[in-house]
């Protein structure tokens, strides 16, 4: 496998994982979410990432998630299952779940909290990559791993016969230049900005787009890759100016939350907008007043409804 084995192109969100008050996984609410996604034209699902709250899912309870998710949207947009795990036997066994019910490929990190070194992070990938039998999407995401991996790291792993892809989460733009041309013509690469910079990685460069988080913004997101495809630069460039007054109101520079966590706040914006983000389960709590009340500011200043 390589690139080419696969047409992942585009936004490609992250998405939350609904719980009801009860802090139950809902998949009523689960579908509503991925029906009203599909018609926003997204073009593809990332369930259980670091936004879908996969570190308070139990096992059965993610293998439900991708059970449901598979059921309606298998066949119809890529879906990709976080499989993030301690060890690698239990990201084989969620990789596994995830083929059974439909998924085209899988989005790993290294192991969180372990902060295994760079040979570790090899041999994890490794077990995962000859174990099981989908496309692979890398995820550096240093804030969750406490590792940040390098170019040289980088290309060992995307030299393992089922990785296909990067998800670069580093808010480090040097990183992310010198990591995209190191790899592009041989994985998928994801981290485009939505800006006139990002706009000629995508038109000129042959980047491939962005795995964000939440798409709480709907069609806007992936309408930047659309008009872009379609050489409407001033109107990529108007919707992608939506989503970086989002991240700016919502994020430092490296991708962390304003107010409360991700999780949280993804969830938080889709209630605000009557969409079903449910609640979010602990250790994540839900949003404070202020942080609720700066949501809904910048959802208004974008002119979605609240």
Sequence with gaps: MDRNSVTWRGYIPAITTPFDAELRFDEKMLEDLLLWLQGEGMHGIVLAGTTGEWFSLTADE??????????????????????????????????????????????????????????????????????????????????????????????????????????NSTGDMGRFIECFFGLKDQVRYYGVPTNEFGASLYTHHAADGMI???AVLGRDHPAFFDCLDRGQLDEALACGEKDRILMTDWFTAGYRPRFGTVQALMKEALNAQGLP?????????PIADEGKKAIRDTLSRLGRSV
């Design 62 to 167: 993610r293998t439900a998630l991708f059970r449901k998710a598979g059921s309606v949207l298998g066949g119809k947009l890529p879906l990709l299952a976080g499989c993030n795990a301690f060890t690698p036997n239990e990201s084989i066994g969620y990789a596994r779940a995830a083929k059974e019910h439909g998924f085209d490929g899988i989005l790993l990190t290294p192991p969180p909290y372990v902060v295994p070194t760079d040979d570790e992070i090899v041999a994890f990938y490794r077990t995962v990559n000859d174990a099981i039998d989908l496309p692979i999407c890398v995820y550096n995401w240093p804030p969750g791993t406490g590792v940040d991996l390098s170019l040289d790291v980088l290309k060992r792993i995307v030299a393992l016969d089922k990785v296909v892809a990067v998800k």
């Design 277 to 285: 983000g449910g609640y979010p389960r602990p250790p994540v709590l």
């Design 212 to 214: 964000g988080s939440g």
